[in-house]
């Protein structure tokens, strides 16, 4: 029977057999006892399925990739320790030293700055591109050594929102696949992959776990992005993994599977980005209650910003599903029930009458947190955005009289009514 994306919220990823546990269980457990140690070789030659080390694999992580791979309609997928470590996993699998990428411009800070400093140490290039760009100038971001091209569905914090066809086709006219880290809008809100994305990923942190419980990212591979047909410019897919008994993954687990097992069987069994089974339970969880929470996120954001847009004292207001926003016609096309909790605006008076407005509030608390059940707020340019220049802060969309406020799942009235209060106090 197919079911629904609210059903998989619950039902996906594990089904007890009689007598099993009803919840996924935590499997808390570094290793795997084998009778013979043939059966075990099989294991490491990727010959049988299983498990001999939770470095590489768990069953309770994977029970709960499974689910967010039903969430968002993929083929494989995998648990990270973070969704740094998702978003690290997802370029690096398929862009080597020597290499080069191309990402939008308006995404995370720490994203931009993994992308811009620590992997060009690596000898990664990267091209930003204005996600508003044209099609001829974002065609024209491509090299013959270009591996894959990369974006945020909403980026974080500056809600813009990626028309993600006009890269995905050009992507997939250049012969390399669209990254897509699909955190804020979560698959209840937008499944990029059946608008054109190859991979996508997560910070499950956010969201999904939803209660700032459990640090976590999410890979998911759509199945759709045919390796073989592109093998000169992807050999680590395409050509035998020398370090891994000769495996050429493309050749053994065809498109739908091959991104994943190489991810696997070579980026965590050398960098251990796993997250514990205990974090892996926590985040199920969260994920059992997302299409609720959701809901509930975009209706208090929405009303958060409509008074903010008419109080006086705010000089501006993004929030993709105002009518009055530049991306309101993408949002419909891509996001038409909705877009996340997180509202950002402008405090007239600029920087310290925005952290004026945000010491005076009383329910939202000023963290380095996003996308939680409570209601926080944040100044990106002080803080997760600080490392970036004026003009790197521009071009990612974070001024600096830019608060990001992510709603809650309270009382919208009740949110409002502390956001005016602390407006009355700003200068």
């Given at each position: ?16 057999k009689n007598?099993?546990?009803r919840?996924?269980?935590i ?17 490491f ?6 498990y ?5 694999q ?9 689910k ?16 740094q470590?998702?978003?690290f ?32 140490k ?16 974002l065609?024209a971001a491509f090299r ?5 091209v990369f ?5 974080n ?7 993600i066809?006009?890269?995905?086709k050009?992507?997939?006219a250049?012969?390399?696949?669209l ?5 804020f ?8 992959i ?6 996508v ?7 999904m776990?939803g ?5 976590g990212g999410c890979?998911v591979?759509g ?6 047909a592109?093998?000169?410019r ?21 498109k739908?599977?091959?991104?994943i097992y190489?991810?696997?069987?070579q980026?965590m069994?050398?960098?251990g ?5 205990q974090?892996?339970?926590?985040l ?12 509930r996120?975009?209706a208090?954001a929405l009303a ?20 009055s ?5 993408l949002?419909?096309?891509?996001l038409?029930?909705?877009t996340c909790?997180?509202v ?7 920087k310290?009458?925005a ?8 329910l ?8 939680d ?10 803080t ?17 009289d830019?608060?990001r406020?992510s709603?809650?799942?309270?009382n919208?009235q009740d ?11 700003a200068?």
């Amino acid at each position: 029977m197919k079911q629904r994306i609210e059903t998989k919220c619950v039902q996906a990823g594990y089904t007890p057999k009689n007598g099993e546990p009803r919840q996924i269980p935590i499997i808390q457990s570094t290793t795997f006892k084998y009778d013979t140690g043939e059966d075990m070789g099989k294991l490491f030659d990727l010959e049988a399925s299983g498990y001999f080390y939770s470095r590489l694999q768990n069953p309770t992580c994977d029970m709960v990739a499974a689910k967010i791979c039903a969430l968002e309609g993929g083929t494989a997928a995998m648990l990270t320790s973070s969704g740094q470590a998702a978003n690290f996993f997802s370029v690096f699998n398929i862009a080597n030293a020597g290499d080069h990428v191309i990402s939008s411009t308006s995404i995370y800070g720490g994203t931009f700055n993994l992308f811009n400093v620590t992997m060009r140490k690596m000898g990664i290039d990267f091209t930003f591109v204005d996600p508003d760009c044209s099609e001829e100038e974002l065609n024209a971001a491509f090299r013959p050594n270009t591996k894959a091209v990369f974006g945020e569905t909403i980026a974080n914090p500056a809600l813009t929102v990626l028309d993600i066809e006009k890269f995905a086709k050009a992507a997939h006219a250049h012969g390399v696949p669209l990254i897509i880290d699909n955190t804020f809008p979560t698959p209840i809100n937008c499944r990029p992959i059946e608008w054109g994305a190859d991979i996508v990923t997560h910070s499950t942190t956010k969201y999904m776990d939803g209660h700032g419980s459990a640090v976590g990212g999410c890979i998911v591979d759509g199945g759709n992005f045919d390796w073989m047909a592109n093998a000169e410019r992807f050999p680590g897919l395409c050509t035998p993994d020398d370090s891994y008994h000769g495996i050429t993954y493309a050749e053994k687990f065809g498109k739908e599977g091959a991104f994943i097992y190489k991810a696997t069987a070579q980026l965590m069994r050398d960098f251990g980005c796993t997250p514990a089974p205990q974090s892996a339970y926590l985040l199920n969880l969260g994920l059992e209650s997302l299409h609720v929470r959701m809901e509930r996120h975009c209706a208090n954001a929405l009303a958060v910003a409509r008074a903010l847009e008419a109080h006086p004292k705010v000089s501006w207001v993004n929030f993709p599903e105002l009518e009055s926003n530049k991306y309101n016609a993408l949002q419909k096309k891509y996001l038409p029930k909705g877009t996340c909790g997180v509202v950002s605006f402008g405090v007239k008076g600029g920087k310290d009458a925005a952290e004026t407005f945000m010491k005076n509030l009383r329910l939202a608390a000023i963290e380095t947190h996003v996308a939680d059940a409570r209601t926080c707020c944040l100044h990106p340019a002080t803080t997760t955005h600080r490392q970036l220049t004026e003009e790197e802060l521009a071009a990612a969309g974070v001024p600096g009289d830019l608060v990001r406020m992510s709603c809650g799942i309270e009382n919208a009235q009740d949110l409002i009514d502390d956001i005016l209060q602390a407006l009355d106090k700003a200068q």
